[in-house]
């Protein structure tokens, strides 16, 4: 009886085990943190949101969609107030309340935060009650939701429990309990954490949303190899790919029982010098800074050819421009998209005007990890710049070293390569971002604290203006500003490009947010 008990049970739990769908996917980097505050960078945003919930959220048509907050309503220009669904808890099962948003709101304005820009306008946060919370900014801000949307909300709880009231900071590699842990009120909850190597996650049974994906377990699995992870997908190791080469979209699209899943990214990826220091960190010119003067900026952006790297280095799978933000992000125009041409002999005619006839060295910062074809990206402008006489010295780093050097509050960098994507869609956010003077909170990733008063002056009203068309207007005279001030190179929007098993059914949207939420994984 006993064996016939013990046989009864395997198969039962064979047969749930079957049923149950695990997913597997893979990426070359991994996501640096657990905490959700430690980077602005979309693909620990974009993790980190299968764990944690903001309080609006974006859904598969990008539209704002309500979630930790039912509704909300503006009782003043200046006033945002948001009631909080009730009866959600977090997975160990605390319950949430409004402690917990005016905790996150505090902790992501601490000290080794890197999210503390999206609340650059905000004055103050007041509880009202259990379930309600307003924001009060120092002006209006037209689009407070759209800033919000990736904003996770943590346990007040938890982090006093754990000793993670604020976060820690990765620019100097601290850690603390939630560099490796994660507690949130997500579709899913983590079970196990190697860095570099796996992190699984599960689904969150107590989840306050309705599922729509069938996911049961979820597995990233970091492989670095192009090769090895094309590999993979194709001899069905894993379900999904998140980076996939350029130079392997044909060969998988053309692979029985895989499919590319391709489209339009808002990121763009560009070009930053430091502008900031008297003397550059990383050159062999001693006792000035080259990029100081707009004729050496210039010059680089008429040494690069931003066609030929999107012909040869990304097969075609990106597009050319002159912005900081490009189509689909509300403030785009093509007529506004106007590069400096590809022309060497202007870029030597002015660097010899500059004072430096016979070109100058500097060190470039590089990710190897990070964006499509990035390093590849790097060796092709090292090239280009070195036929107007600019001799580079490449430093290309896995994204957690690279990130950790270039980033606020260090900015130890003096020319280098990043990618933006406007988490509001909007203009105003890459302007404010990347090119504000740096100054608290705005102009954060202005890493090459490229600053120009006129320019801040535009920011500022854009910030404010509900006029549609005045807003337009500012928006364009604050891009022609930095383009003739030459402030930082735009190369080109990439393409979003995923890549699936036949089994297995992702959304894709254009902030290349991968979210488990919409997965549903079929039986093979």
Known sequence: MRRLALAAALL????????????????????????????????????????????????????IQ??????????????????????????DGTPFTADDVVFSYQRTRAPGSNMASIFAAVKEIRKIDDHTVEFETTVPNPIFTQEITSWAIMSKTWAETHNAVRPADLTTREENFA???AMGTGPFRLVSREPDR??????????????????????????????????????????????????DVTRIGNAPGVRIIQGPELRTIYLGMDQLRPELLKSDVKGRNPFQDVRVRRAFSHAIDTQAISRTVMRGQSRPTGLIY???VNGFREQDDVRYPFNPDEAKKLLAEAGYP?????????????????????????NMLARVNIRITLNAQTRVRYFAEINAPRYNTSFYLLGWTPATGDAHNSLNSLAYTRAGDRGMFNNGGYSNPRFDALV????????????????TQASRLLHEDAGMIPLHQQQVVWAARANAQVVQTADNFFQLRHVRVNPR
């Open 12 to 63: 039962c739990g064979t047969t749930l085990a079957a049923q149950a769908q695990t997913f597997r996917w893979a990426n070359d980097g991994d996501v640096n943190s657990m905490d959700p505050y430690t980077r602005q960078e979309t693909f620990l945003l974009a993790f980190n949101a299968n764990i944690y919930d903001p309080l609006v959220r974006r859904g598969p048509d990008m539209a």
């Open 66 to 91: 309500p979630a930790l907050a039912e509704r909300w309503e503006t009782p003043s220009p200046t006033v945002w107030r948001f009631h909080l669904r009730r009866n959600v808890k977090f997975s």
């Open 179 to 181: 560099t490796r842990n």
């Open 198 to 247: 796996r992190t699984v996650l599960e689904r969150n049974p107590g989840w306050w949303d309705t599922p729509t994906h069938n996911v049961e377990r979820a597995e990233l699995n970091i492989i670095a190899n192009d090769a090895t992870r094309v590999a993979a997908l194709l001899s069905g190791e894993v379900d999904f790919v998140y980076t996939v080469p350029p130079q």
């Open 326 to 328: 490009g189509p689909g």
């Open 358 to 382: 016979n070109g100058f060295g500097v060190t470039m910062d590089c990710p190897n990890d990070r964006y499509v074809n990035d390093e590849a990206i790097c060796t092709a402008i090292v």
């Open 460 to 475: 500022d009203q854009i910030g404010v203006e509900l006029n549609q068309a005045r807003r337009q207007e500012l928006i």
